[in-house]
């Protein structure tokens, strides 16, 4: 197949595989969760629930000082690296293109060249998190073959997006498609990995956030 | 009934995953943060005390039995199994390097509550026959007894008959109608008896009607400990049987971390309906009588102190600023530790650790973190409201050659109180 | 057919030798020779002799030959397009039936193994062939029969070269390229569609120059011209690099001349030469005329997806594909959750009650 080829099969029937994998995916993931149930509580309330699980979405965004002190360079780092992914994902013009195509609206396109920076950063931040993955005990202890698909399946977009826009290695349209195809990659492989913590890390929070703010302690 | 199984243990875990079970196991990332916030693994510097791996057979649990990738992987040989090998390996894991103090919840950047996953996964533990002998004997004794130190009514009646002597005060057992049944732990009766004098000073000069119960004097619940709800359900009804036969108004906790846990937060549902009565740790009813004007104290403490933050009654009963409120009413030096509040690091000896005499040696090494809290300070005394802290903590002292006496809140603040018939300095 | 050199006949044509230079000159930068070749590019073809052309016309609109052959003044181009011995064009000899055909017959014979032939258009394979037939021939047979004898085949125009519209989805006339057909004869494609007329030239020159084909690509392309995308010589460049799209086709983003990549535009992806050559002398190419590129070099571009479908966004509907995976998520969930839930309740329901008694191992 050459790059044309493969191109106007990322384009068509792969892209149409790999989302109706990741959402019908994910929201198998989410009905095994909610179908689990979660008995109401019968001691009396201190305080609201939604008021503490909707805190709790939000609380969680920053570290807590004891832990940021043991931790400060490897906690950056995952701020870096989330921070950095979405904004290539979210920020870059072409992408919008394809956010707007099913949402109905679209938003304001960041500078490429800020795109590409901030790609760049990303990836290096994401071969940090490896780094730190492989050399603290309590990580690398924990740490399964999940964790490095997991990684391999997120930096891949990043780094042929990158090689696409700065020319590297192969034709743009080689690039261009290897991009699709590692973003349908990633999307395949997402509701059976970690991956799915970017929906479940909001359900956790909630359930978590729900009990502290009904005993009214801190979350 | 029947003798445990593993298949009773996986059964068991089964059960208790519920959807917050399965959006934590979801979410986790492998982040590791929770280690980071874990005293056992801070003071060992052991990876397998990190508070996810520890509830490990769980997810696998999870993974084979509730999802439809998960019954995939195990068909095809994928996945670990849970067998009695899992279970013996985890068993220190889960009772001696645990006290379900919460802070591993607080910090995962995810939302996942880790802690009470080991409150769940401890069910199966002990239905597979893997939790340790000393939990198990402390639940005989309580059931079988009434108290897991073996404390019986008798030795109550005797502390009661000291009280009466040393503070003309009467200490009534059940006494219908009274606003406030007072529980009492093993461990207060046995070693702290300020604890009760201290009480009865202060609901008197309170105007505060008030009991204790025959059949229910007992607060600590080892079925928490050991996690067996079935257990845990048995003690708590036997409170709450009594506190519903008396008709009083409120119960009220005693100077013990997991009773709290056990009567506020577990009791109506372990039992399967609310309360006809409300429930406040002595904390909490203490902050209201000086709100509220009911007792004053006069005189202040100078000695340097400081304050440790019980686990179950401050991060997880929200009971953080009515003692520093007391506190500073009679305290002129009073510091705070680093990490005061919420974020304060375990005793190490909660959740049942104290009563597994095989988590000794590891208890004594989780203290170093409270012992380097303490030495940053460089304090005279040190002030909590958990009898099991407190003896945790001394013996840790003791161990360490650190000479800071370890003083009860309540017992404290009655000794400055205000007495209409004397005055105290 | 006379013996004149190409040089011999321009200035025969009133071309100065002046005039000769510097349209050697424009031919060598065309093909990215260093300055240093421009008297090797004279000399050659002030000395070529008129190659045999035949060139066949099969399923195609004539685009391509309108494409080369339109001028308004007889250009250079035209006058080098002069010089090639056209033994036989559909459109443009005189000649017609059989003595058309005679004439390349006898083209052939002459020249069989030298010639260089043509090709525009593509050849259905359909019904036997029947889809397109000349004189009774299938384009098909006339092809193999044609390009046994000839030096170099040149595919002009994307139908010859990749099969073009005709082979657009569902093909019905079972459209194939030459390339296709043809596996033992060296082949240039020059694709467009349809090709920029200073392209085809600039091939011929480097054949007279040289005596071969230029350097091709993985797509037989000459590289000189089709080596890089519109892309990056799009003059609306700097648009996309600062997000600046045109929404619509006559919105305030149009007017401005921003980019043109929302509407459909293919630049990214499409190798030629039109930013730089651009079309009728240079006048312009259709980003600068304000519409997005087609991507008309590029093989299957007419299945591309649809012009006016950004590069960005996938061929089908994303809003409905979510759609239709969520229904099938939902179905699948609301099985596996029936499942979870009974095992679940099986699990609690079945679980015994536990006494101190059933709290020790048997040892």
Excluded at chain 3, 29 to 57: F, T
Aim: some cysteine; proline content about 5%.
């Amino acid at each position: 197949m050459d790059a044309n080829e493969l191109l106007a099969w990322a384009r068509g029937p792969g892209f149409d595989i790999a989302l109706t994998i990741f959402v019908a995916g994910m929201l198998l993931r989410l009905l095994e969760v909610l179908a689990l149930g979660n008995k109401p509580d019968l001691s009396p309330p201190r305080g609201s629930g939604p008021k503490g699980a909707v805190q709790t979405l939000l609380s969680r965004n920053l570290p807590r000082k004891a832990v940021f002190d043991r931790e400060p360079l490897r906690i950056i780092n995952g701020y870096v690296l989330h921070i950095g992914f979405f904004i290539v994902l979210f920020l870059y013009g072409p992408h919008i293109v394809l956010f707007e195509s099913f949402l109905g609206f679209g938003w304001p396109a960041l500078p490429s060249g800020m795109i590409d920076a901030v790609g760049a950063i990303t990836i290096l931040s994401l071969i940090a998190a490896l780094v730190f993955r492989l050399n603290n005990k309590v990580i690398r202890f924990i740490s399964t073959k999940d964790d490095y698909v997991a990684w391999t399946v997120t930096l891949l977009p990043l780094l042929t997006g990158y090689m696409a826009y700065n020319h590297l290695v192969a034709s743009y349209t080689m690039m261009l498609a290897l991009h699709l195809l590692s973003v349908e990659l990633l999307l395949v492989v997402a509701p059976f990995t970690k991956l799915t913590h970017m929906f479940s890390f909001a359900m956790a929070r909630w359930y978590q956030g729900y009990q502290a703010g009904r005993r009214g302690v801190e979350s | 009934m029947s003798a445990p199984s593993v298949e009773k243990g996986i059964q068991a875990i089964k059960g208790q995953i519920d959807a917050p079970v399965a959006s934590f196991f979801s979410a986790c990332v492998h982040c590791g943060l929770c280690a980071e916030a874990c005293l056992f693994y801070t003071e060992t510097g052991d990876p397998k005390y990190t508070p996810i791996n520890k509830v490990e057979p769980m997810r696998r649990i999870w993974e084979r039995e509730y999802t439809l990738f998960g019954k995939a992987k195990a068909a095809l040989g994928l996945s670990k199994k849970v067998d009695a090998d899992t279970f013996a390996e985890w068993e220190t894991l889960v009772y001696d390097g645990c006290t379900m103090c919460g802070r591993c919840s607080l910090v995962c950047p995810v939302g996942n509550d880790i802690s009470d996953m080991i409150r769940k996964i401890r069910e199966g533990f002990a239905a597979a026959g893997y939790a340790p002998e000393g939990l198990i004997g402390a639940s005989t004794r309580a059931v079988e007894i009434g108290s897991p130190m073996g404390v019986k009514l008798p030795a109550v009646q005797a502390q009661i008959k000291h009280l009466q002597k040393n503070t003309g005060l009467d200490v009534p057992i059940d006494a219908k109608g009274a606003e406030y049944l007072v529980l009492l732990s093993s461990m207060e009766i046995m070693n702290f008896p300020e604890y009760l004098e201290a009480i009865a000073r202060i609901m008197h000069q309170a105007g505060k009607t008030w009991t204790i119960a025959s059949k229910a004097f007992e607060a600590t619940n080892s079925g928490i400990q050991i996690g067996v709800s079935d257990i845990a359900k048995l003690l708590v009804s036997r409170v709450v049987d009594a506190a519903d036969e008396l008709g009083v108004k409120t119960v009220i906790s005693p100077e013990c971390g997991h009773a709290f846990t056990a009567i506020r937060w577990d009791g109506a549902n372990l039992i399967g309906r609310p309360y006809g009565f409300e429930v406040k740790h002595i904390l909490e009813v203490l902050d209201e009588f000086v709100k509220q004007g009911l007792i004053k104290t006069a005189g202040m403490e100078d000695a340097k102190l400081t304050y440790h933050d019980p686990c179950q009654i401050a991060r997880k009963g929200g009971v953080v600023e009515q003692p520093r409120d007391l506190l500073n009413r009679i305290a002129s030096n009073f510091v705070e530790m680093e990490d005061a509040g919420e974020m304060n690091w375990c005793c190490g000896g909660g959740g049942g650790v104290s009563a597994n005499e095989r988590a000794d040696e590891l208890k004594l090494t989780a203290f170093n973190r409270k012992k380097a809290q303490l030495q940053a300070l460089g304090v005279d005394t040190l002030v909590t409201a958990c009898a099991n802290c407190r003896l945790t903590l001394e013996e840790g002292l003791e161990e360490n050659n650190m000479d800071i006496p370890i003083v009860g809140l309540t017992e404290m603040l009655a000794e400055h109180l205000v007495e209409d018939d004397k005055e105290k300095a | 057919m006379d013996d004149l050199t190409l040089g011999e006949r321009l200035r025969q044509r009133g071309v100065s030798r002046r005039g000769f230079m510097k349209f050697c000159a424009a031919t060598a930068s065309m093909m990215a020779l260093p300055p240093i070749m421009i008297p090797k590019v004279a000399a050659a073809l002030e000395q070529a002799r008129r190659p045999s052309v035949i060139w066949l016309s099969f399923q195609e609109c004539t685009g391509c030959t309108e494409s080369l052959t339109r001028s308004h003044a007889p250009t250079i181009e035209g006058l080098i397009f002069d010089h090639i011995s056209l033994d036989y064009h559909h459109t443009l000899q005189a000649a017609a039936g059989d003595a058309a055909e005679h004439a390349r017959d006898e083209a052939m014979k002459k020249n069989w193994g030298e010639y260089l032939l043509v090709v525009d258009g593509s050849i259905p394979l359909g019904e036997n062939g029947n889809f397109s037939a000349i004189a009774g021939v299938s384009n098909l047979e006339m092809l193999k029969e044609v390009a046994e004898g000839a030096a170099a085949i040149v595919s002009v125009g994307t139908c010859a070269a990749f099969g073009g519209l005709p082979m657009a989805d569902p093909n019905p006339t079972g459209a194939v390229s030459v390339s296709d057909i043809i596996k033992d004869k060296p082949i240039v494609n020059v694709p467009g569609c349809p090709p920029i007329p200073t392209v085809i030239t600039g091939v011929l020159a480097h054949f007279l120059t040289f005596g071969r084909l230029p350097e091709l690509d993985h797509l037989n392309r000459p590289k000189v011209f089709f080596g890089q995308n519109i892309h990056d010589r799009c003059y609306r460049r700097p648009f996309y690099e600062r997000g600046q799209f045109a929404e619509t086709f006559d919105d305030e983003g149009a007017r401005k001349g921003w980019c043109l990549f929302k509407l459909g535009c293919k630049g990214p992806t499409t190798y030629n030469a039109c930013a730089t050559a651009k079309w009728n002398e240079g006048t312009s190419f259709p980003i600068e005329a304000g519409h997005g590129c087609i991507g008309c070099s590029e093989p299957n571009f007419w299945d591309a997806g649809g012009f006016y479908r950004a590069l960005s966004l996938p061929h089908a509907n994303v809003g409905e594909t979510i759609l239709t995976a969520g229904a099938a998520g939902i179905a699948i969930g609301a099985a596996a959750a029936v499942l979870n839930r009974k095992r679940k309740s099986d699990a609690v329901d079945n679980r015994e009650t536990i006494t101190i008694k059933d709290l020790s191992k048997e040892s």
